[in-house]
Structures are given as C-alpha cells and as structure tokens.
C-alpha cells in the first residue's frame, strides 16, 4: 500500500489510501486538461532527497528558461516547478523511499514508494507513471529461507523491501569422533560423516517445519531459498510438492549477510543473482 493526498491550493485533505493496483483508474479518471508535472525523487545515505531536488530544480528551471516553448507553455511549467519547491522545502523525506509527485492545474498528489527509483522530472499532458506500472510487479509477497548446515533466517520481501522477520533457528553442531588408532582412521570419518548428516537432517526439518508453519498463517506468493548450493537439494527434498513449486529462485551466500544486505540495499540487488 502506498499513501497519497489530494491538495487544494493552501489547503491540505485528508490523506486516502491508494493501493499500487489503483493506478490505472486513476490514470483513467484523469482528463486531458493541460500541462502534468510528474516527478520521482529518491532518498537514500548517499544522495540527501532535499540536495537532489535543489539540482534538479536549478537544472529544469534553466531548461525551461532556455527552451522554445510558448510563453504560456513557459509560464504554466514554472509554475508547476516552483509549486513544487514551495511544497518541498517544508517536507523531510525518508532514507530508501521515493517521494512520487504529480501535479497539473487541477490535480495535486504524492506516492510514498518503499523503493529506490531512479531521479526523474517530466512535462506532459498525463502523469508519467511507467515506473509504477514496472513497481506494481513486485507487489508480492515473498517469503525468504537463508540457510547453511547450522543456522537459517526467515524474513520476507515486499516491494522488493524487506518487510518482516520471522526469526533465526539454530541446530548444535555435533562435535568430531576422535581418538582410535590409524586403522579405523576410515571408520572414524565414516561415523562423522554420517553424524553431521543426521544433525544436518534434523536441522533441514526443523526449518521446514517452521516454513509449514508460516505458509499456515501467510500468503506468500513465492518463496526463495538463499544459503549455502550444497544443501538446496536437501532441504527442498523435505518440502511438500505444493511448496517446492512456490520457489521462484535461488541465491549463494552467508545467511546472515545476505539478510543485512536485503535490510539494507532491498531484494532487487540479491535477485541479479539468482540460480
């Protein structure tokens, strides 16, 4: 879900509720009455929402400025653009969202989007909303297994955000047999084998049995299994058909860092990846 706000001028409405499945009528319900504003400004630690939209606006202004366009044209864009940095100067944005505007003669109304978009300014007699029509894609629900022989995270992904953790279960590593003479050296490495496995047994079904457990309670739409290669087999071998056929991917990697890169950076980095 995304918010959005219908503004008069110098006078705020209550803020509705608009579900990124809503965007087409909204497009609809829209008349072709003049020129459109839309603009997507991103926030995140490296580039400061409020730094950005102070080069964007000198940039454009110049542009407008500078360009061949009527003076009624000129006028009604600078007007739109100044519009819109009277609004910002007084709104803190936060990091790794992306305030969405769209702005005309009649029309004014913003988008918080969980998500990076890429900087972007247009003028035209629509609003531009191509970016949330590719966004409303990774309207999902994911579920999230990250897991090795010993540990294993479960969170989920929304809009390619991390959106709830669920938890880290942990299993005992079983300490090595030792001792014995060289001669049952083959014995010895064959009971350790086979000891790691049974834990890694145990382990594989515990994990399952909380994923059960989870799909009992959610509706998740897709599942994806990160961790270590060696074990995907396994573990998805102890799955009932009806989930194994949710899994929309694999990834390589420690559990633990992959959860604090999919915390931090989002999902879409993690998904280039996939096997």
């Known amino acids: 879900m995304v918010y959005i706000f219908d503004v008069k001028e110098k006078e705020y409405r209550k803020p509705e509720i608009l579900d990124i499945n809503e965007i087409y009528s909204f497009e609809k319900a829209l008349k072709k009455n003049g020129m459109f504003l839309s603009l997507y400004l991103p926030s995140d630690m490296n580039k400061e929402a409020k730094h950005l939209w102070d080069s964007i606006y000198s940039r454009e202004k110049k542009k407008i400025q500078e360009s061949q366009i009527s003076e009624k044209e000129k006028n009604e864009a600078l007007r739109l653009l100044k519009e819109i940095n009277n609004y910002l100067k007084n709104r803190e944005i936060d990091y790794y969202n992306t305030l969405v505007l769209f702005l005309n003669n009649q029309v004014f ?30 309207d999902r629900l994911s579920l999230i297994i990250c ?66 457990h989870l799909l009992k309670h959610r509706d998740f739409e897709e599942i994806y299994i990160g961790g270590h290669e060696e074990i995907f087999k396994k573990f998805e ?18 559990p633990d860092i992959l959860l604090a890169v999919i915390r931090k950076e989002g999902f879409s980095k993690i998904k280039k990846g996939l096997i």
Do not use: C
């Open 109 to 138: 109304k913003y988008m918080i989007i969980p998500e990076i978009l890429e900087a972007s300014l247009f003028f035209s007699n629509r609003p531009f909303l191509s970016p949330l029509k590719k966004i409303k894609e990774s």
């Open 147 to 212: 897991l090795d022989r010993i540990q294993a995270e479960l969170f989920s992904v929304r809009y390619n955000r991390f959106h709830h953790y669920y938890g880290r279960l942990e299993t005992t590593v079983p300490q090595k047999i030792r001792g014995g003479s060289e001669s049952w050296k083959g014995l010895r490495e064959t009971k350790n084998f086979l000891h790691t496995e049974t834990h890694l047994n145990v382990h594989l079904k515990k994990v399952s049995r909380k994923l059960s």
């Open 237 to 254: 071998e102890k799955l009932p058909e009806s989930v194994r056929q949710k899994i929309a991917g694999r990834f390589i990697g420690e």
